[in-house]
């Protein structure tokens, strides 16, 4: 689950990649709640080209108003019910809780409200807010993963490409930090939240 065109991609685009190459039979679903026109555009083709191993898959992009999430929270709220009776998944990848996008909190309060008996693991954004914390779950990517993930968010989200944060150098080097971090032994991981795993 992602707030916004990219999210998804520059948290766990990694982890997907993974998840996908090592199980054949996955079913996903990719949701993002806030694109429109342009964005809407991009936000369905980079989830096709993220998604192209999976044995089925979904993507949805609806068009919540961006920064006003908070103020929207019925409307968001009510689609997360709906969402909720279509949806049972083994795994919810979401934003982190302590995200200080108001837009991302929401989506991880309502993931938490509305999935409440499911493994959900919490992803970060890099952002001018400077935000990142210390996570306690990783997945150790290759370069070709790392790679791959890098040219597909790049190459398809055009309409950000004058932001001085999307940049390969901002996305390689959150991957490298969190690989030092988790003392990876292929240089990379992307780092999650977890606040409760049942074994």
């Not at 096709?48 to 068009?63: N, T």
């Not at 959150?174 to 990876?184: A, C, T």
Request: glycine share 8%; proline share 3%; aromatic share 10%.
């Amino acid at each position: 689950m992602g707030a916004h065109a990219d999210d998804i991609e520059i948290g766990c685009g990694g982890t997907v990649l993974e998840l996908l190459a090592t199980y054949a039979n996955c079913e996903v679903c990719w949701l993002v709640l806030s694109a429109d026109g342009r964005r809407a555009i991009e936000a369905r083709r980079s989830g096709d080209a993220f998604l192209e191993a999976a044995q089925e898959r979904r993507v949805i992009v609806e068009g919540f108003r961006d920064g006003f999430f908070p103020y929207s929270g019925p409307a968001i709220k009510d689609f997360f019910e709906r969402l909720k009776d279509e949806v049972s998944p083994d795994l919810i990848l979401t934003h982190h809780g302590s995200d200080l996008h108001q837009d991302h909190r929401l989506v991880s309060d309502l993931t938490w409200n509305t999935f409440r008996d499911h493994l959900i693991l919490e992803y970060e954004v890099p952002k001018y807010d400077g935000d990142l914390g210390s996570p306690n779950v990783f997945v150790h990517l290759d370069e070709s993963t790392v790679r791959v993930k890098i040219e597909n968010i790049l190459g398809h989200f055009a309409s950000q490409a004058e932001r001085r944060w999307f940049s390969e150098d901002v996305f390689r080097s959150m991957l490298r930090l969190r690989g030092m971090e988790s003392n990876s032994p292929t240089l990379f991981a992307e780092g999650f939240y977890s606040r409760k795993i049942l074994l």
